[in-house]
């Protein structure tokens, strides 16, 4: 019976998953990372036992293995499914990396969010807090009073009640500091829980129900009944694992409930005059208002927290230099975000990772992402254009090749390649496709590296991937007149499709 | 066919092209107020969105120029608060100034970030940051580099001076590091590698060699090579150094540029000089010094060169003895120079730290180039360990082992092993010295030149301990009236002199009857051995009571043979004993010298008495002979008739020997060279013997005398073409 829930559970024959498996079979390093972020678990297997890392492992792409052992996957060489991958994996290089693994050290951070919150605490001075915990001998730690009461519904309760006026909290003497940081580590997704003391689980324990942090309460109880160090490592994984799940999720709801709902919309040159001050002391206790204006003409303003948006490197630069912004308590940012979507997907990214973009606002996702500098927002929004059926139903496949050259996305760039290649003959007649010609041969001169025309010869490349044939062949299937063979080969169509761009390419003007 | 339709876009590839001038000027004054220190006035929003917005309608290219051209009119601007300013406030200045622009680099460069990383990086341009120190060195560092460089050179040459303690040092210093910073395109070094370190290393070598050139000419004293002084302007240079500059290698390069002028130019000389001095004023401990005032390995070798020279001069410098009545005291005496003198220079040896092992090897190989040219170096060492081993040690002391050490450093080792075996033939015939410390310093020499040398010399110990072995048990009931020891010696171990005499002379019977005892008896226990008896290396015991006194008399052979004559005839004149004894009329003429005319042992009465004995003079037993002690040696007297001569015929004899072993030995190497490689060169066979023969010093002409008759035997043949090629006849 057990039995059955543990692998039903583990079982998770969900759509992502089923998505990232195939993804790891391919080597789509960014789809990957992508679905990863959405919250499958790293560690399922699909109907064949197969887990991401051994797809990964055993068809040789060693970029994808590294990320999935980032992310929180886990090859523990004593057990079945470790052993499996270390065996299965096609190069030695992968085989290293794997055996290089060492589970009971993997308790790093695997999220990209959970790191950033646990740099906050763990990178020394803690900035831009708003709270304060004093201990005796004025030993203090400091907070954000959002990421408490976002984590714990107790802290939720005091500060929107009796402490939302309070900078600081004095605790009473004898209580344990260190135990107290810890928790309060444990509130950052920094990984404590090879940290923990045994005198101190005590206390934990108490903290934990208070505060409500039943899945480490959990824990703390499993664990005591576990003494095998391997064991207890992978039990220690799992958890940090559940505690990321979960703490995305209460993040999640904490910006929706705090951030979307109290949004700010008002008319033009009302901002000016308003007070943003008591801003403050009110959820979501922000210190930065992000203002934009929505192409039908809406202001809306979010209020947001630095210590979050310094995860993109416009905000980063921005406070950490002495401009205006950096000296004021609650600058005005405008954010180029044209839809209300659009600001909601950057600041879930933000928050808690989330990569789930909806294909109709991609392109503008995209767009500002190059704007905040966040590179991994801006790939991930490339690759839901590539993966999305839909999305050309609504955008002309040359506004993926103009957003795809304006903000440098190659992914992008071969995507419209390969996609005009194979519907050569439709796109052939659109002036489009001559205008970009000739927009691709005028980036030459800048590129200087190459002097071919590099939309073209993606286009010539997957032409030849279309009708399956290589290069080399080529010249082999020249020499021969067999008729019905070379019908077969496709390299009669592949003949035409060639001579119709160099056609194109002639009327335009250039040699070919 | 795709599954989806492509749909139409509704976007042009044109866009409308912002006006740039307009968004320039907002920047132009962003970047003025930020020369201007008013960065809080500026909003970073602002200037990175028209930042961004002007790269991304594609005026990247002019807003990379206009940037430059801005940051160019500012250094410009910048270069003119240099003027007037010199000496090392030129330096300070230079500091403080790129330390203000680089503040406002970053905050130019966090305003550029998206040209950066969208424009400059796809094109390959410079950054902003490293574009505005390329223009600070092009515009400001540029014009002022002449101001700097002597600035630097005076500075520097003024910390020297103060033995490195200098207080602008950290000023110098923070310049220095300025223009590491600085450089003139990506990958490239820094301008200070580049252009300052050239001439800042130039302008050491001048400093030196002027300084050197103000030491030697000065007041004439040798203070210039004094390593004292050298080491302290090396240390000097190094501390002025390490105040000044960071890196490594910049250090050591400035380090080797001073130690080249002061000492590797000159460093003949300072070896002479220091080495001198050192060994001269017994200051053992400070020869390491002398070695670090150079890093290099040459001059270090120069140095050790000069020890080595210093000690084959002192080893050739001690006198032998010649006034010495024994050559033995003489040997002896020598040896104990020299163990001194071993003694000294190992002392100074083990005081090096790091170089102790190239010191040592230096010593003993000055050791063992003195020894080899010294002839007499093999005897007197074979005769300081006779002497040695004859006062019975009871182990071997620190003294032998030198000695043994000095053994292996020298190279004629086949003419001190034919000395050496002599030496110890008597020893052991003579029971003279403690078998186990022959068999310990045997063993000793053994170590270095292998077992196949020694093998002779631990025959002769076998055989000395097989005898005694053999006259023990058996000895005996070969007679018992008599003691009788035997020793069997095999003729290749020992150096016998195979003697007519031995053959010819008639002994006593009761003699005879133990010699064929013994023979039957040898027989029994080693079949198939042919015995010769070696009378002249034998010795008897004879009592005999006199008229005053009881005395047991040990004599040579030879004499017991003669004195036993006696028993049976009253007195005998010489010939008479020469024809009883059948002896040669000069061994009997040796041993009547013994034993009539030798003050101490005269117990034969000469008639007529005198010192020469002439054939018609008739002996008698000397009854009224008495001795203070029972037992009387009677010694074998030297000739003294000509005695340099005999003694230089037995040298020569064995020198002759020598050179025949070696041409054997030489001859059998060739052979074996050349069945291997069949055909070589003269050069290559000599190199080639040379190194396969461990125990002498091959002379070239010795190996002319080898091929010579290598080649009339026809074991070789000359090349018909090429007279140096030899080939091998099989």
């Known amino acids: ?512 | 066919m795709p599954s989806v339709k492509p749909i139409v876009s509704t976007r042009r590839f044109t866009r409308k092209t912002e006006s740039l001038d307009d968004y320039w000027s907002v920047l132009q004054n962003g970047i003025d107020k930020i020369f201007d220190d008013r960065v809080a006035e500026l909003s970073f929003e602002k200037l990175y969105t028209t930042v961004y917005g002007l790269v991304l309608s594609k005026n990247g290219p002019q807003l990379h120029d206009r940037l430059t051209e801005q940051l160019s009119t500012h250094f410009i601007e910048v270069r003119k608060s240099f003027d007037g300013i010199t000496g090392a406030d030129g330096l300070q200045h230079l500091n403080v100034v790129w330390k203000k622009q680089k503040i406002y680099l970053s905050q130019i460069s966090d305003v550029f970030v998206y040209m950066d990383s969208v424009y400059s990086k796809r094109e390959n341009k410079p950054d902003v940051v490293s574009l505005g120190s390329r223009l600070f060195l092009k515009e400001v560092v540029g014009h002022v580099s002449d101001m700097l460089k002597s600035t630097l050179v005076n500075e520097i040459n003024e910390a020297r001076k103060r033995g490195g303690e200098y207080a602008e040092s950290g000023v110098i210093k923070d310049a220095i590091s300025v223009l590491n910073t600085l450089e003139l395109k990506d990958g490239m070094s820094s301008v200070f590698i580049m252009e300052f370190e050239p001439f800042l290393l130039e302008s050491t070598e001048k400093y030196y060699k002027d300084l050197h050139s103000q030491l030697t000419q000065g007041d004439g004293t040798s203070h210039w090579k004094d390593f004292d002084t050298l080491l302290k302007l090396l240390k000097a240079e190094d501390l002025t150094c390490n105040n000044i500059f960071d890196d490594l290698d910049t250090i050591s390069k400035f380090h080797n540029i001073a130690e080249k002028a002061l000492v590797t130019d000159n460093i003949q000389e300072i070896a002479r000089y220091n080495v001198a001095k050192i060994v001269n004023d017994d200051q053992k401990d400070v020869f390491s010094k002398l070695l670090a005032i150079s890093s290099s390995q040459r001059d270090k070798n120069v140095i050790f060169n000069q020890l080595s020279q210093f000690i084959v001069k002192e080893v050739l410098s001690i006198e032998i003895d010649a006034s010495a009545k024994k050559k033995s005291v003489a040997a002896v005496a020598w040896i104990q120079e020299l163990i001194a003198l071993r003694d000294k220079y190992y002392e100074l040896g083990s005081n090096l730290s790091s170089e102790q092992a190239a010191g040592f090897k230096c010593i003993n190989e000055a050791f063992g180039k003195a020894s080899n040219q010294i002839k007499v170096f093999p005897e007197f060492l074979s005769l300081y360990f006779d002497n040695f081993l004859k006062f019975a040690p009871k182990e071997i002391n620190s003294n032998a082992r030198k000695c043994v050490h000095f053994f292996k450093l020298f190279k004629d080792k086949d003419a001190f092993e034919v000395i050496y075996r002599q030496q110890l033939s008597r020893r052991l015939l003579q029971q003279k010295s403690n078998v186990v410390r022959e068999q310990e310093l045997i063993f000793l020499l053994q170590e270095d030149v292998g077992t196949s040398y020694t093998s002779k010399l631990r025959g002769m110990l076998r055989d000395f301990h097989l005898s005694t072995n053999f006259m023990q048990k058996s000895g005996k009931t070969l007679c018992q009236t008599r003691d009788v020891s035997v020793n069997v010696l095999t003729h290749m171990f020992w150096p016998l002199q195979d003697s007519q005499m031995n053959k010819d002379v008639v002994i006593p019977d009761s003699f005879g009857e133990i010699k064929t005892g013994f023979e039957n008896l040898y027989a029994k226990t080693h079949s198939g051995r042919l015995l010769d008896w070696n009378y002249h290396l034998s010795t008897v015991e004879i009592a005999y009571q006199f008229r005053h006194s009881y005395h047991e008399l040990s004599m040579p052979m030879f004499s017991g043979v003669i004195f036993l004559l006696f028993k049976n005839h009253q007195s005998l004149t010489f010939d008479e004993i020469v024809q009883l004894t059948n002896l040669p009329s000069q061994e009997v003429r040796k041993n009547m010298i013994t034993m009539s005319v030798a003050p101490k042992t005269r117990i034969l009465q000469k008639d007529p008495p005198g010192k020469s004995i002439s054939n018609s003079d008739s002996f008698s037993i000397n009854h009224d002979f008495t001795a203070p002690q029972r037992k009387v040696k009677v010694l074998m007297v030297v000739l003294n008739n000509k005695p340099s001569a005999a003694n230089d015929s037995t040298r020569s004899a064995v020198e002759k020997k020598l050179l025949n072993s070696r041409l054997a030995v030489i001859n059998a190497a060739v052979t074996r060279i050349m069945k291997r490689d069949r055909k070589l060169y003269h050069s290559e066979l000599q190199e080639k013997v040379i190194q396969s023969i461990p125990l002498f010093e091959m002379n070239s002409n010795l190996f002319k005398m080898s091929l010579e008759y290598l080649l009339d035997n026809e074991y070789l043949q000359r090349d018909f073409d090429n007279t140096t090629i030899y080939h091998y006849l099989p």
């Open chain 1, 1 to 512: 019976m057990v039995e059955d829930t543990v692998r039903n559970q583990l079982l998770n024959l969900d759509k992502t998953f089923l998505e990232l498996c195939f993804a790891c079979r391919i080597g789509d390093v960014e789809n990957a990372d992508r679905l990863i972020s959405t919250g499958v678990n790293v560690n399922g297997v699909d109907e064949f036992d197969n887990s991401p890392l051994f797809l990964a492992s055993l068809c040789g792409h060693e970029e994808v293995v590294k990320l999935l052992l980032r992310r929180g996957s886990v090859c523990d060489r004593d057990r079945y499914e470790g052993a499996r991958c270390i065996y299965g994996a096609l190069t030695d290089s992968i085989r290293n990396i794997l055996l290089k693994y060492d589970i009971s050290k993997a308790v790093d951070i695997k999220q990209p969010f959970a790191s950033h919150l646990s740099s906050l605490v763990n990178d020394g001075a803690m900035l831009d807090f708003d709270f304060e915990f004093i201990f005796d001998d004025d030993f203090r730690l400091p907070v954000h009073k959002f990421m408490l009461a976002a984590r714990s519904s107790y802290f939720k309760r005091k500060f929107n009640g009796r402490w939302a006026q309070l900078k600081y909290k004095r605790m009473p003497k004898s209580s344990d500091a260190e135990a107290f940081s810890l928790m309060l580590k444990f509130i950052y997704l920094v990984p404590v829980l090879h940290e923990l003391k045994r005198e101190q689980l005590k206390y934990i324990s108490l903290l934990s129900v208070k505060l409500g942090f039943a899945d480490l309460l959990l824990y703390l109880d499993r664990t005591n009944h576990v003494s095998d160090p391997s064991e207890r490592a992978s039990l220690m994984n799992d958890y940090q694992h559940k505690f990321n799940i979960y703490a995305r999720g209460q993040l999640e709801a904490y910006v929706r409930e705090n951030i979307f709902e109290n949004k700010l919309s008002f008319s033009d040159g009302e901002d000016t005059h308003l007070d943003w001050q008591h801003l403050r002391e009110q959820p979501p206790f922000g210190d930065l208002v992000l203002r934009f204006v929505t192409s039908e003409g809406e202001q809306h303003a979010y209020v947001c927290h630095k210590s979050i948006l310094i995860r993109s490197n416009f905000f980063k630069l921005m406070f950490s230099s002495s401009f205006q912004e950096a000296t004021s308590e609650i600058p005005v940012i405008s954010l180029p975000a044209n839809k209300l979507s659009v600001a909601e997907v950057v600041l879930s990214y933000l928050y808690y990772d989330c990569t789930d973009i909806p294909w109709e606002i991609a392109i503008d996702v995209l767009k500002i992402s190059d704007f905040l500098l966040t590179d991994r927002l801006k790939t991930m929004a490339a690759v839901t254009i590539t993966q999305s059926q839909e999305f050309l139903t609504k955008y002309s496949i040359f506004d993926v090749l103009d957003v795809a050259w304006s903000c440098s996305v190659e992914r992008l760039e071969h995507y419209a390649a390969k996609h005009i290649a194979n519907d050569i003959e439709y796109y052939i007649t659109d002036p489009l496709l001559t205008d970009a010609i000739m927009q691709s041969s005028r980036r030459i001169k800048s590129r200087q590296d190459t002097d071919t025309i590099e939309l073209v010869d993606d286009i010539r490349f997957y032409l030849l991937q279309k009708y399956d044939l290589q290069a080399d062949i080529l010249v082999l299937l020249d020499t021969e007149d067999d008729i019905d063979f070379l019908k077969k080969s496709g390299l009669l169509e592949y003949k035409d499709d060639i001579e119709m761009l160099d056609k194109l390419l002639n009327e335009i003007g250039f040699d070919v």
